[in-house]
């Protein structure tokens, strides 16, 4: 065999190894995908419960807290990926984030390892990151930070918009992004039913309350850190396929490359016994 057909035959076998890394990995993608999806229902009853606790609370006669001045401060999450491979899903995350950035006191805090190195990429500042999950089972400790730090600043100073940021899984070809807002909370969609037996409670109806708002927050981050995990691996999918494409077809190039050239060397071999043949008569 010749040294061209050995090389085609050596590119041949990596791209039939790539090719099966690359299905491993859409493989992966596509059960975390799934598995975080399967998560949702749960996240969502969750919230239905926090949410009647605080109709009951507001139905006991505890108000809304008063609203942060006008001029007050500006948060934004982003929910980035944690891993690559994901085509421009971090890229639409920041294009989104942009337009909130421009306005005047508005803080970044950014989960996302990939996230955080596009950002930088572009040199936007954020004031707190933090990597994203990697599994779907790091989402409740991922979202205790992220509301740990949101609270820590709301402490410290007024803030009057927070929103989060993130992608959902869908079947499109292109990616979805959402923008929700955490603050100033709505308080309007849950049910205040009043009952003629008022609640028992050991804590003041205010302080109360102020916790129940804290713990919907808490599982609102988890449903968008859930979505944004299931949107990042459907991304991934879809870039294992392209990239899957991609190698099949360098390989129907490489087996037409090695045929072409095996029928040469034949034709060459052929010719060259025939003129031996020719010059011995």
């Known amino acids: 065999m010749s040294g061209k057909l050995s090389e085609i035959e050596s590119r041949s076998a990596t791209a039939r190894q790539l090719d099966a890394v690359i299905g491993a990995m859409r493989g992966i993608a596509a059960a975390r995908s799934r598995e975080a999806q399967k998560r949702l229902p749960g996240i969502r009853s969750s919230a239905s419960t926090v949410g009647a606790a605080i109709g009951a609370v507001l139905a006991h006669g505890a108000g ?9 401060a500006q948060i934004a999450i982003a929910l980035c990926a944690e891993q690559g491979f994901v085509g421009a899903f971090n890229e639409q995350i920041l294009d989104h ?32 990151s933090s990597p994203a999950a990697s599994h779907a089972d790091d989402v409740p400790a991922l979202a205790n930070r992220i509301t740990d730090a949101l609270y820590g600043r709301l402490e410290r100073r007024a803030v ?11 079947i499109a070809a292109h990616i979805e992004i959402v923008e929700h807002r955490l603050i100033p909370f ?3 969609r849950f049910e205040v039913a009043r009952s003629s037996q008022p609640p028992l409670l050991t804590l003041p109806a205010g302080r109360l309350l102020a ?3 804290e713990a919907y927050v808490y599982v609102e981050l988890c449903e968008a850190l859930m ?3 299931a949107a990042e691996n459907e991304a991934r999918v879809r870039a ?7 190698v099949k077809e360098t390989l129907e190039a ?19 016994l025939a003129a031996g043949a020719a010059s011995a008569v």
Request: glycine content about 6%; charged content about 15%.
């Open 186 to 188: 709505d308080f309007s």
């Open 211 to 213: 916790g129940l708002v």
């Open 97 to 128: 984030v942009l337009p909130r950035l421009a306005t005047a006191h508005c803080e970044l805090l950014l989960v996302g390892t990939r996230g955080g190195i596009a950002a930088s990429g572009r040199h936007l500042a954020f004031a707190w």
């Open 64 to 72: 809304a807290p008063a609203r942060a001045p006008a001029d007050a």
């Open 240 to 246: 294992m396929l392209a990239a899957r494409a991609n």
């Open 227 to 229: 979505l944004s995990f």
């Open 254 to 272: 490489l087996t037409q490359n090695y045929r072409q050239v095996r029928q040469d060397e034949i034709t060459a071999d052929i010719v060259e």
């Open 160 to 170: 009057t918009n927070v929103t989060v940021i993130h992608a959902v899984p869908g």
